[in-house]
């Protein structure tokens, strides 16, 4: 994958570098679907912390990617459900939130405040989130993604209404469950 200084505006090129590794069984571009695999995605969050998704994929436990613009008005509601869920779950369940227009910790706090409850998972900027989102084919905010712990999407859903965060919890109860 080529990074150009320009698209990563220079000095966010080694703050936000995110690797994406494409195996045999994984995610091709597009293919954010459920029965999937998740690649190895070596990602940094606006905290500073790095991981690899693919190895927080453990035995009991899930993994809820969520895409999203601070912009759209689905997202003030979106984000709170999702912290909801995060709280209800943790430590069994690592949400991570990937911000397609935040650059900056600053930037991020600064929205969050602004949500109830403010959400506390941890959050990738415009960065990491546009490589990832484009590794995925994600198009529209926000979508979310639960993964289960050998790393294969169980759940998908793009949008977000009145059932959404209920779907999004019975996802993550038959992961937990071994369904």
Known sequence: MCYSRGSLRGGLLLSCLAG?????????????????????????????????????????????????????????????????LNTKYSPKVTLVGFALDIETKEELDAY???????????TCGSAVSKQVAAKFGVQSHPTVCVVNPEGVITYVETGFGAK????????????????
């Open 20 to 84: 994406i590794i494409a195996a045999s069984g994984c995610v091709a571009a597009g293919e954010l679907e459920v029965g999937n695999k998740i690649p190895p995605l070596f990602i940094k969050a606006l905290s500073g912390k790095t991981a690899n998704l693919k190895s927080l994929c453990s035995p009991g436990e899930a993994v809820v990617l969520t895409f999203w613009r601070k912009f759209l008005p689905v997202t003030g509601a979106h984000l709170p459900a999702m912290e909801k």
């Open 112 to 122: 969050f405040q602004r949500l109830k409850p403010a959400p506390t998972f941890e």
């Open 164 to 179: 959404t965060a209920g779907e999004i919890d019975e996802a993550i109860k038959k992961v937990l469950a071994g369904k």
